[in-house]
Structures are given as C-alpha cells and as structure tokens.
Nanobody, 115 residues
Framework: QVQLVESGGGLVQAGGSLRLSCVAP????????LGWYRQAPGKQRELVSS???????NYADPVKGRFTISRDNAKNTVDLQMNNLKPEDTGVYYC?????????WGRGTQVTVSS
C-alpha cells in the first residue's frame, strides 16, 4: 500500500501564510506528476496545483499568484507555499498524483482561514 503523508495545515487569519508538505514514496516521486488537492466543506475535491518531474508547475486560477508548489528531490517531498490566504481557501488539503490511477488518499491536512 502506497502512502502519502501530508502535514503543515493549521488555523490562520486571512492574509496569512502556511506551508504544506507531502512525503511521497521514492518511486512515485521520481516518475509521476504530483499535485495538491483541496476539498472545501460540501464541495468536491479539486486539484489546485501540480508539478511534473520535468519541472512544469500548474496552478488553478483561484490560487495563481498566491500559491507556489515545489519539489525537494533529497527529501521526496512536494511542498505548497500558500500566501495571502483567503477564507475560501479553507478545506482539507491532500497530495496525490495529478492524473489517475490515483494512489490511496492520505488523511490530508486541515487548513482553516478566518476572516
């Protein structure tokens, strides 16, 4: 069973910052496009950012200019730096591959942005 482990969430005021981190297994990390997803209360899970092994970053329109995705090859981690957070960024954040078949979903990390 392949496991992804997310961390770094928390409670922050609007305008604040958080940095999320996801540890991925070596084999997955090196060859798959990894992404960060979020699921807001009552909504479907959505992809907010992805990073290919070749270094191409993609962002969903609502987070462009505020979120930055990065990969640490030494640690097999994919991080998401989130700046200028807004209440609508609230949700559970997960990492997984950006295209199917998906790996087993981890527990995610809760991000709550207060207004």
């Amino acid at each position: 069973q392949v496991q992804l482990v997310e961390s770094g969430g928390g409670l922050v005021q609007a305008g604040g910052s958080l940095r999320l981190s996801c540890v991925a297994p070596f084999g997955i990390f090196r060859i798959r496009t990894l992404g960060w997803y979020r699921q807001a209360p009552g909504k479907q899970r959505e992809l907010v950012s992805s990073f290919t092994p070749g270094g191409i970053r993609n962002y969903a329109d609502p987070v462009k200019g505020r979120f930055t995705i990065s990969r640490d090859n030494a640690k097999n981690t994919v991080d998401l730096q989130m700046n200028n957070l807004k209440p609508e960024d609230t949700g559970v954040y997960y990492c997984n591959v950006a295209t199917g078949p998906f790996l087993d979903w981890g527990r995610g990390t809760q991000v709550t942005v207060s207004s």
